[in-house]
């Protein structure tokens, strides 16, 4: 299993959840992300991580990395529903 590079970025936790850097344009109360942000890598690591049947979180960034692998798993599962582009875009709004 590929665990989270931020697990020593000493973020702060909420309810066993790291609060990391998010790289957007939006303002809000993600703080401004560097490079590659936890985003970055829970898609990186989506295809391998799926495979893994136990999954051991070594910190609270990899409790992120798990929340966000189970999201992007549940966007495709509600994108292959769809029966066009603008449908699976309607799906996926209304899913978030």
């Known amino acids: 299993a590929f665990h989270s590079r931020l697990n ?3 973020a702060h936790a909420l309810c066993g959840c790291a ?3 998010v790289r957007t344009v939006y303002p809000g109360p993600a703080l401004a992300g560097g490079e590659d942000d936890i985003v970055d890598e829970a898609l990186r690591s989506y295809r391998w991580n799926i ?3 136990n999954f051991e979180v ?3 960034a990899d409790r992120v990395l798990v929340y966000l ?3 992007i798993q ?3 599962w509600v994108s292959s529903l769809a029966s066009g582009f603008e449908d699976a875009r309607r799906r996926l709004e209304s899913a978030a």
């Open 19 to 21: 609060l990391l850097p």
């Open 69 to 71: 692998t189970l999201w």
């Open 51 to 53: 495979l893994f049947k």
């Open 74 to 76: 549940t966007c495709i």
């Open 8 to 10: 020593d970025a000493g």
């Open 58 to 60: 070594l910190g609270n």
